[in-house]
């Protein structure tokens, strides 16, 4: 799979391997931009940013953005405990927020590449943010591929240093779920039917590279294992995806991120499972 992986071309995006049994995606020559917004059930003034987000993934590929909302856990015991909260997206947020010097963190949070964006609401602000974003020449790329196993995802990645690539990189793997519902029963929000898109269930990461190599060389070249999430139903697999992005370990900048769909005539050859942590 190292081989298989690391020869991807950067250029297309997703395909489905001729055996019907490998679902890859590769970056291309231009950056994708990672948007990561920092939610929680607990919070009042979540809803309506979850729903911006849903509206964000509706246009991703027109915008070149890859949209995760990452529910955090610090709002857990003000009154209702958010299902789809994890420890780790706190301190992501907490390390993300030391970096760009403010080291506050609040619910909703919007970061653009790695960069706290308060002015999100602001539909031309967020436009212009994006594009100069995406216009800057992408210093990395990679290359993702995921095999459905009977417990778990076995995904393989690769990421590759091109000109102007910073010595250290981390990369991450997320798992998203879209089209979930939660009845609020106490809280901020309480009474309330929320819905959310791009759910972070599972994650991976950081990844650490550091190796001194002169570009283009591949950096990370990984398989892992990224289990199930909790309730995972075979026949609700085209809900799930899968995002890979990397980011400059030294500042936090996001340089490159790349969005994969679980291909149907791969998970054909996977093994119903109910329910894996």
């Known amino acids: 799979m190292r081989i298989a ?8 995006a997703c395909a489905a391997d001729a055996a019907g ?22 919070c009042s003034s979540c809803p309506s940013a979850d729903g911006w987000l849903a509206r964000l993934a509706a246009q991703r590929t027109a915008l070149r953005v890859v949209p995760l909302a990452l529910h ?4 857990d015991g003000l009154g209702w405990a958010d299902r789809f909260a994890q ?37 031309d602000a967020f436009a212009r943010r994006v594009a100069a974003t995406a216009a800057q020449p992408a ?38 779920e879209n089209g979930l519902t939660s009845d609020v029963r106490a809280g901020e929000n309480r009474g309330a039917t929320l819905r959310h898109e791009r ?28 289990p199930y999430p909790d309730g995972w139903r075979m026949r609700d697999a085209a809900r799930y995806g899968i995002v890979a992005f990397a980011e400059d370990a ?14 149907a005539n791969s998970l054909a050859t996977a093994v119903p499972t109910e329910k894996r942590q």
């Open 250 to 263: 030294g500042t936090g900048e996001v340089l490159q991120a790349v969005d994969l769909g679980l291909c």
């Open 21 to 42: 049994a490998v679902c890859a995606a590769r970056s291309g020559a231009s950056r994708q931009v990672l948007v990561e917004l920092y939610t929680s059930e607990g």
């Open 5 to 12: 992986v690391a020869a991807l071309a950067f250029g297309a």
């Open 139 to 176: 210093r990395i790329g990679i290359a993702l591929a995921a095999i459905p196993g009977p417990h778990a995802l076995d995904v393989a990645l690769s990421v590759l240093a091109r000109d102007g690539a910073p010595r250290a990189l981390n990369a991450y793997v997320a798992l998203y």
């Open 87 to 123: 420890h780790r997206f706190a301190e992501r947020q907490a390390a993300l927020a030391a970096k760009y010097g403010g080291g506050v963190v609040y619910t909703p949070e919007i970061a653009v590449a790695g960069r706290e964006m308060r002015d999100w609401r602001d539909v």
């Open 199 to 226: 759910v972070v269930r599972q994650w991976l990461g950081p990844l650490v590279s550091t190796v001194p190599a002169p570009a283009p060389a591949v950096r990370l070249d990984v398989r892992r294992s990224l």
């Open 72 to 75: 955090v856990d610090y709002w």
